[in-house]
């Protein structure tokens, strides 16, 4: 929310002396004099005039599970079990997922109250490199390679995928980057060169990585180095 309108919500300010009180230096944004009245501020971070809190920030929570094959990339259904049944329910607070999985598919999931934050993650126009070891039925030519690199084009979308790679590690099975994440991306590449995806496991998100130390179905908590990445960029 813009930084007046937090004032301006209040009985006692207009939009204009919210902005004077603003201009005048009377207002810290996480203990930092902010003047701009039209920078947005976000839940997690608080406001004061003066000595007076305005805005207690929220806790913003930060989770990757390693998501095991079966489980539904959400928060509640009433048919299949979801990443959620795997947090401790302590922990799970208003979670939602940054970049889903496939029920069939395995791997690295965000999961975070913080939507700013997981939007720059998911965005196709962001692009962050997401990275996938897939194995295929049938085995992996040098056209796919090719045509992975020149990208693919999605006719549903009316759009070509940016250029991802695919670096062969045996004749069925590779490493995917792909810097969008649409919807069932790589299976549907894949299917675009005539060859289907028996298994696909997220490895990492940018420079969020599953470390190996997380057996499917266990979760932590980011490290502060990972989630700052993330919000540099
Ligand atoms: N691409 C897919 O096809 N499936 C996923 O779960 C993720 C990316």
């Known amino acids: 929310m813009r930084l007046d309108r937090i004032l301006s919500n209040r009985p006692r300010f207009s939009r204009r002396t919210a902005s004077q009180v603003i201009a005048d230096g009377k207002v810290t944004v996480d203990g930092k004099v902010c003047r701009d009245p039209r920078?947005?501020?976000?839940?997690?971070?608080?406001?004061?005039?003066?000595?007076?809190?305005?805005?207690?920030?929220?806790?913003?929570?930060?989770?990757?599970l390693n998501k095991p094959v079966g489980y539904l990339s959400a928060t509640k259904d009433h048919n299949h079990r979801t990443v959620l049944d795997l947090i401790a329910p302590a922990l799970r607070f208003d979670l939602h997922i940054g970049g889903r999985l496939d029920r069939a598919s395995s791997g690295l999931l965000i999961l975070t109250n913080d939507g700013v934050w997981s939007r720059r993650l998911t965005e196709p126009k962001v692009k962050i490199p997401k990275v996938y070891r897939v194995t295929t039925a049938l085995p992996i030519t040098d056209d796919s390679i090719a045509r992975f690199a020149e990208g693919i084009w999605f006719a549903y979308e009316g759009l070509t995928t940016s250029p991802a790679s695919l670096l062969r590690l045996s004749c069925d099975e590779a490493l995917v980057t792909i810097y969008e994440g649409r919807y069932h991306q790589v299976k549907r590449m894949f299917h675009a060169v005539g060859n289907r995806v028996l298994t696909l496991h997220r490895q990492s998100m940018g420079d969020i990585r599953l470390d190996g130390m997380l057996e499917p179905g266990q979760s932590r908590k980011l490290t502060s180095d990972e989630i700052a990445c993330n919000h540099s960029g």
């Open 39 to 64: 920078i947005d501020v976000s839940r997690f971070m608080s406001v004061s005039l003066e000595n007076e809190l305005l805005q207690q920030p929220d806790t913003a929570h930060y989770l990757m």
